[in-house]
């Protein structure tokens, strides 16, 4: 079963507005962490935000913020005030608890800013 | 500078090479992991390694084998290369209070 559901595989924002990228999961595992990573062109992935499960507030990093709703099981990532360099893919992943690390990842939504 | 690094960046194969990919981390991490990555997949787990020594099947395991050489290594082996492994690769090593790093990636074309 697809543990991490990202259903926008594109999204277009103006330059300086807000945009919001939709992340879905599905865990059973009460300690968990939910991660959003960028990839540019360049291909290389680029952490932006990292949200636990137990964590009380919101995680925010710069213009990144985490929507985390957690009986709707949802981490959606809210960019504000894009720019034009934050045309890229974007990348929604889990990592439960447990003995292992393993970081399962969405299919990603890729995001284009336009002036 | 710290980090991941593999090689090679670019690989291309025949049909029924073998190649391996290499992957070292100088951050002391325990657990270290191969991706791939194709269009509209998002990147999907082959293999981790949660400690020098153990290694597990991820979601695609199927026509790949790891090796966990020491705590600094861990390479991906591909036996007999077919054109479904056409892909981008990348290993990525973590440390459950620090996060995830991942190396700049290989991009395999199987012909």
């Known amino acids: 079963a697809q543990k991490i559901t990202q259903t926008q595989p594109g999204m277009f924002v103006q330059e300086k507005e807000a945009v919001t990228l ?11 962490g939910l991660f959003w990573y960028k990839q ?9 935000i990292y949200q636990g499960s137990y964590d009380q507030q919101n995680a925010t990093e710069g213009r990144y913020s985490l929507n985390f709703q957690k009986a709707r099981k949802s981490a959606n990532l809210v960019i504000s005030a894009s720019q034009l360099g934050d045309s890229a893919m974007y990348f ?11 970081l399962i990842f969405g299919t990603g939504t890729r995001l284009q800013v336009f002036p | 500078n710290a980090g991941v690094t ?6 291309v194969l025949k049909t029924g090479q073998s190649m391996t990919l290499q992957c070292a981390q100088d951050m002391n991490h325990n657990s270290m992991y ?23 099947k991820g979601e695609v395991p199927n026509g790949y084998n790891v090796s966990r050489l020491n705590k600094r ?6 036996e007999s290369a077919a054109p479904s492994q056409t892909s981008v690769y990348f290993c990525a090593s973590s440390t459950r209070d620090l996060g995830y790093t991942f190396g700049s990636g290989t991009r395999l074309t199987v012909v």
């Not at chain 1, 939709?22 to 968990?32: A, I, K, L, M, V």
């Not at chain 1, 929604?92 to 393993?102: F, I, L, P, S, V």
């Not at chain 2, 593999?6 to 690989?11: D, E, L, N």
Request: with cysteine; aromatic share 14%.
């Open chain 2, 34 to 56: 191969w991706y791939r990555q194709d269009p509209g997949m998002g990147l999907r787990l082959i293999y981790y390694s949660a400690s020098e020594g153990t290694t597990d």
């Open chain 1, 22 to 32: 939709d992340c879905t999961y599905d865990t059973s595992d009460p300690s968990y």
């Open chain 2, 6 to 11: 593999q090689t090679p960046k670019f690989q």
């Open chain 1, 92 to 102: 929604c992943a889990m990592r439960e608890g447990g003995r292992t690390d393993k």
């Open chain 1, 40 to 48: 540019p062109s360049s291909g290389e992935m680029i952490f932006l």
């Open chain 2, 73 to 78: 290594e861990f390479s991906l082996r591909l």
